[in-house]
């Protein structure tokens, strides 16, 4: 005999696969079963327009709910939480073949998905300055940094992904030919904030997020990386600051 958490997984796993039918299923209750699938779908496509605004804004909601129609239909749900869902769209919009004059528009949804993450992130708190003042100059630059749960980056190398949604918060038009961009996203308290950097800072960021030491990192800068560094530790992006031999501080 099945147990109820049997229960519970074979009629979870029914609501994302057609092809299965919950255990205990019966010819009377046979129909009802896509009525509870048609709201899982219906659920799911709402949590994806509120989390993927800019995309919405580019192609307007009703082109947006049959993309995100034919995307929850492909993929099953991440997890329960419906605040996971939709890590895997960018993906799919790139071989969505209805999108495919506007190949642009999966890497805007990388911004929209960085963003979804970073406003339920958990709370890292940011590195106490005090702990900078105790480190030289040599020790300093020996160090690495650990960012905030919250921080991302999105990178195009094609489309210019920081002017489009900059386009349509109020900023100017944006010009596909402008190029490829990337764009830091992180939260501060609870409103989520992002910047354009350009591809010394990318590349400056890339490798702090794999542990290089702040001095091999900024070796990838050819102007100067001060106004980066900068930001980083004022608006909180540093959890924590590691040195090579000697941990935390």
Request: glycine share 6%; aromatic share 8%.
């Given at each position: 005999?099945?147990?109820?958490?049997?229960?519970?997984?074979?009629?979870?796993?029914?609501?994302?696969?057609?092809?299965?039918?919950?255990?205990?299923?019966?010819?009377?209750?046979?129909?009802?079963?896509?009525?509870?699938?048609?709201?899982?779908?219906?659920?799911?496509?709402?949590?994806?327009?509120?989390?993927?605004?800019?995309?919405?804004?580019?192609?307007?909601?009703?082109?947006?709910?049959?993309?995100?129609?034919?995307?929850?239909?492909?993929?099953?749900?991440?997890?329960?939480?419906?605040?996971?869902?939709?890590?895997?769209?960018?993906?799919?919009?790139?071989?969505?073949?209805?999108?495919?004059?506007?190949?642009?528009?999966?890497?805007?949804?990388?911004?929209?998905?960085?963003?979804?993450?970073?406003?339920?992130?958990?709370?890292?708190?940011?590195?106490?300055?005090?702990?900078?003042?105790?480190?030289?100059?040599?020790?300093?630059?020996?160090?690495?940094?650990?960012?905030?749960?919250?921080?991302?980056?999105?990178?195009?190398?094609?489309?210019?992904?920081?002017?489009?949604?900059?386009?349509?918060?109020?900023?100017?038009?944006?010009?596909?030919?402008?190029?490829?961009?990337?764009?830091?996203?992180?939260?501060?308290?609870?409103?989520?904030?992002w910047r354009a950097i350009d591809g010394?800072?990318?590349?400056?960021?890339?490798?702090?997020?794999?542990?290089?030491?702040?001095?091999?990192?900024?070796?990838?800068?050819?102007?100067?990386?001060?106004?980066?560094?900068?930001?980083?530790?004022?608006?909180?992006?540093?959890?924590?600051?590691?040195?090579?031999?000697?941990?935390?501080?």
């Open positions: 005999m099945s147990s109820y958490s049997d229960l519970l997984d074979s009629f979870a796993a029914s609501l994302d696969d057609e092809s299965r039918a919950p255990a205990g299923l019966t010819d009377a209750t046979r129909t009802h079963i896509e009525v509870y699938r048609n709201n899982v779908r219906l659920n799911r496509i709402a949590a994806l327009a509120d989390a993927f605004t800019h995309v919405v804004t580019l192609v307007g909601s009703d082109y947006f709910r049959s993309l995100a129609r034919a995307f929850v239909i492909a993929t099953p749900a991440a997890s329960a939480n419906l605040h996971d869902d939709g890590a895997a769209l960018p993906a799919f919009i790139r071989g969505f073949a209805p999108a495919a004059d506007l190949p642009y528009l999966g890497d805007v949804a990388e911004v929209d998905w960085l963003m979804q993450r970073a406003y339920y992130a958990d709370d890292s708190a940011p590195l106490n300055r005090a702990s900078l003042a105790e480190l030289g100059p040599d020790r300093f630059a020996a160090a690495s940094l650990r960012f905030s749960a919250s921080v991302g980056v999105a990178r195009s190398a094609k489309w210019p992904i920081a002017d489009i949604v900059a386009m349509h918060e109020g900023g100017p038009a944006a010009s596909l030919d402008a190029g490829g961009q990337a764009v830091l996203v992180w939260r501060e308290g609870f409103a989520v904030r010394d800072e990318t590349q400056v960021v890339a490798a702090l997020w794999k542990g290089s030491s702040i001095e091999n990192a900024l070796s990838h800068a050819c102007g100067d990386p001060n106004s980066l560094l900068a930001h980083l530790f004022s608006h909180g992006l540093v959890h924590a600051i590691v040195e090579p031999e000697n941990g935390k501080h």
